[in-house]
């Protein structure tokens, strides 16, 4: 069965840091997402991301982060200058349309930043 | 902006029992889905119900929607040691699919 994959699974980084997040969506899905769940909380929408652009993003996605779809399968996240409270696991999903379908969900990576 | 919230919960049932969560949100939505996570993994997602659907059955769940009030329900049925998890709704809104969780609710089945 096809399934969305997240590299690497955890990663801790120095504050200041810049990380990658690292995404391949399933091959066919059209729209991808990243969301994000800081320990013990809510899981929260970061950016949506269709035809090469950003299409929605919430007030936590600011210019700290970034979206990129390089090639035709990775889709990354990057947080430019970490912080502490950037530490949470990171979620990366796609959907086959925009009508109503299911959310495929990665494994997530879970970002310690210290 | 649109928001599930499960009624926050933490149940602990015997195995064979059924488990039920509710979940509520605030605006009109276009579909409500719930999704299951075990300890420190991903999402799984389990069932999707539609705005103009108001029960659906998958296996041993049975998922409800009331647009009315506004809120839903996620019945498992005869539940498992397995079932151990926290489950959380999620709404997507009219025109996107940007996915409002809630605050999850965790569920222990006790074998």
């Known amino acids: 069965e096809p399934e969305v994959t997240q590299t690497p699974s955890h990663q801790v980084t120095q504050m200041g840091q810049e990380v990658i997040l690292r995404c391949v969506p399933i091959?066919?899905?059209?729209?991808f997402y990243w969301y994000r769940q800081i320990l013990g909380q809510k899981v929260e929408f970061l950016v949506s991301?269709?035809?090469?652009?950003?299409?929605?993003k919430s007030e936590i996605f600011d210019d700290q982060f970034s979206v990129e779809r390089p090639d035709g399968s990775n889709f990354t996240l990057k947080i430019r200058s970490t912080k502490l409270e950037d530490s949470a696991m990171y979620f990366c999903?796609?959907?086959?349309?925009?009508?109503?379908?299911?959310?495929?969900f990665g494994q997530g990576t879970r970002l310690t930043v210290v | 902006s649109q928001q599930g919230e499960e009624d926050p919960q933490a149940l602990s049932i015997q195995e064979g029992e059924n488990a039920t969560m509710n979940c509520s949100y605030k605006?009109?939505?276009?579909?409500l889905q719930w999704y299951r996570q075990n300890s420190g993994r991903g999402l799984v997602h389990l069932i999707l119900?539609?705005?103009?659907?108001r029960e659906k059955h998958s296996g041993r769940l049975r998922v409800t929607l009331d647009t009315s009030k506004k809120s839903s329900s996620l019945l498992i049925t005869a539940s498992r040691a397995a079932d151990t998890a926290s489950y959380f709704c999620?709404?997507?809104?009219?025109?996107?699919?940007?996915?409002?969780f809630g605050k999850g609710n965790q569920v222990v089945v006790i074998p």
């Open positions: 999620a709404t997507a809104g009219l025109g996107n699919n940007r996915l409002a």
């Open positions: 605006t009109s939505i276009n579909n």
């Open positions: 999903a796609s959907i086959p349309t925009v009508e109503g379908t299911e959310a495929f």
């Open positions: 091959s066919n899905h059209l729209y």
């Open positions: 991301f269709y035809n090469n652009e950003i299409s929605e």
């Open positions: 119900i539609r705005s103009n659907e």
